[in-house]
């Protein structure tokens, strides 16, 4: 019997039986699978973050040593109001951190969605300016000392690489973006600060990016490394692309991370990760409902085995791998860019019980 199978007998004994977490605890750990080569990371909620699971935190503390907030540091829940902010889930998240000896990625400073409401109401160049000074300089300033690293700009690209029309765009002109890394690195000097976004493995996004990075660099404020989000189709995960991208990022003098990976299993009708873009509701759109396929979930495995054997060629460059999510359960696929679907995007069930494709990754350092 293979090693999956064998887990996977006891694991569902276990389950019937509501006995999961001490089946949960004996599963090997991907952060010490790779503690040599890279972090292993992974976004957590507010429950997470919270700890109002026990059987959660623990599972989540034996396999990751990196995490990042899915949301409750953007700009519209930690700074509602002008003159409002709301540091009471970010302050858990550090004390989470310092507890369970994770390093807190911080997500994210300047994005040009989930913006508070009143940016809507705001048409001068002066108060973007003054709303875009203070919300670096409070924000990161305060977590200075408490977490690692910040995603200071994220998504800040069209698929063409050419800067995408923003409010800060706009108003403050493309040298906003590294005008945020300058106020950044004065605010928390100490914390590695990164570009974000999805896609810029593509060769047109790809070279927006490297242009965007170099005019960062000759302002001379500090850039530390570039995030690919990595949010992939199962089957169709472009190879070649994010290995010529690990390379050239890396060749700019920039940490290389995979910052939001998950694998889409579900029909979609576009590739990429814009938050505005949706599907209508159709069932022929949620077709695993009852399961996954069994060649699907080989394709799965597949795709993750072959995506860490390029992470580890080149754990030189790759600092971080970070999963968007604990567990199928908490993907933020199940309601985008459809919402109500049944999707398996990652290496954990929706009992935290692993997946082929968690054997396969693990498998690599056997």
Known sequence: MSLYKTFRAVGTTL??????TGF????PSLKDTFKNDFGIGTALNNSQIEERDPAMTQFIVRQFNMATPENVMKSALIHPKWDTYDFVVPDKLVDFGKKHNIKINGHTLIWHSQLPSFIRGIHNKDSIQTFFNDHIKTVAGRYKDNIFSWDVVNEALNED????????????????????FRLTQQAAPNVELYYNDYNNEQPAKRAGCINLIKKVQASGARIDGVGI???????????????????QYAALGLKVMFTELDIEVLPRNFQGADVNQRMGVNPSLNPYTAGLPDDVQKQLAADYEALFKLFLKHKDK????TFWGV?????????????????????FDRNNQPKPAFYSVIGLKK
């Open 327 to 347: 567990n199928d359960g908490n993907s933020w696929l199940n309601g985008w860019p459809v919402r109500g679907r049944t999707n398996y995007p990652l290496l």
């Open 15 to 20: 389950l019937m039986t509501g006995v999961t």
């Open 318 to 321: 790759v600092t971080r791998v």
């Open 24 to 27: 949960a605890q004996s599963i």
């Open 161 to 180: 690489g050419t800067l995408r029309k923003t409010v800060f765009l706009d108003y403050l002109g493309e040298g906003y973006i590294a005008e945020a």
């Open 229 to 247: 989000q990595g949010h992939w189709h199962v089957g169709k995960i472009p190879f070649k692309e994010i290995e010529e991208s690990i390379l």
